[in-house]
């Protein structure tokens, strides 16, 4: 399946660390999103990279994108304990039906 | 102004009854979808509509059937109740079915005893 994953599960760090997210797929993709889900909530987009960008930032967040290893990384930096939810990657698939399929996520919790 | 609401947020019920979860967007989006998050985080698409016109059918059960009366509205109606149908169900919109960013809402969590 297109299904992506996320690595790790979950990760603690302090306030003020920055937090790496890992994602992987396994087909071709038009493109990569990041949602972030806080606990008993809906996922929020994030930001989104296109198969032909290598990298993009918003505000806090860096994300890369490598098609040839097919994976993708979320950075945040100078944490803050506001950003503890739970963050999942979602691709599409070239020539697929017009669908996302999301990882099963990587918990992040930032200690105050 | 909630973007995309859906009701109830919470549903318990026994097995083999019939429930319904009502979904609105009042973002002017032309696709709507529901999905199912299990116990363990995993998210799956299970209807997709654009503008009121079923697109995508994954391999969910027949008892599963999605009713859009408006490209506003996705309702999702599900005959007799399995317990492995507990889950959180949650409805979302996008300006475009070509796989642009997705608004979700808060998610109906359904529990079956």
């Known amino acids: 399946s297109q299904q992506g994953e996320e690595d790790p599960q979950a990760l603690s760090i302090q306030e003020g660390e920055n937090a790496t997210m890992n994602c992987s797929y396994k087909?071709?993709?038009?493109?990569l999103q990041w949602y972030r889900q806080n606990s008993g909530r809906g996922l929020v987009h994030l930001i989104l990279?296109?198969?032909?960008?290598r990298e993009k930032h918003s505000g806090r967040l860096r994300v890369t994108l490598d098609t040839s290893k097919k994976s993708s990384s979320l950075l945040i930096t100078a944490s803050r304990a506001a950003d503890t939810a739970s963050y999942f990657c979602?691709?599409?698939?070239?020539?697929?039906?017009?669908?996302?399929?999301f990882g099963t996520g990587t918990r992040l919790t930032v200690i105050p | 102004d909630t973007a995309v609401s859906q009701t109830p947020k919470y549903l318990v019920t026994q097995m083999g009854n019939d429930k319904s979860i009502k979904c609105e967007q009042n973002?002017?989006?032309?696709?709507m979808y529901w999905y199912k998050q299990d116990s363990k985080k995993f998210l799956k698409i299970m209807f997709s509509?654009?503008?009121?016109?079923?697109?995508i059918n994954e391999t969910v059960p027949n008892r599963f059937s999605p009713k859009s009366p408006d490209k506003a509205h996705l309702n999702l109606h599900i005959n007799s109740l399995e317990l492995g149908d507990s889950a959180v169900y949650f409805c979302?919109?996008?300006?475009?079915?070509?796989?642009?960013?997705?608004?979700f809402g808060e998610g109906s969590r359904l529990t079956v005893l």
């Open positions: 979302a919109s996008s300006g475009t079915a070509l796989t642009g960013e997705l608004f």
């Open positions: 087909t071709s993709i038009n493109n």
């Open positions: 990279i296109r198969s032909n960008e």
């Open positions: 979602a691709t599409d698939a070239v020539g697929g039906a017009n669908n996302l399929f």
């Open positions: 973002l002017g989006h032309d696709t």
């Open positions: 509509y654009n503008n009121k016109e079923l697109i």
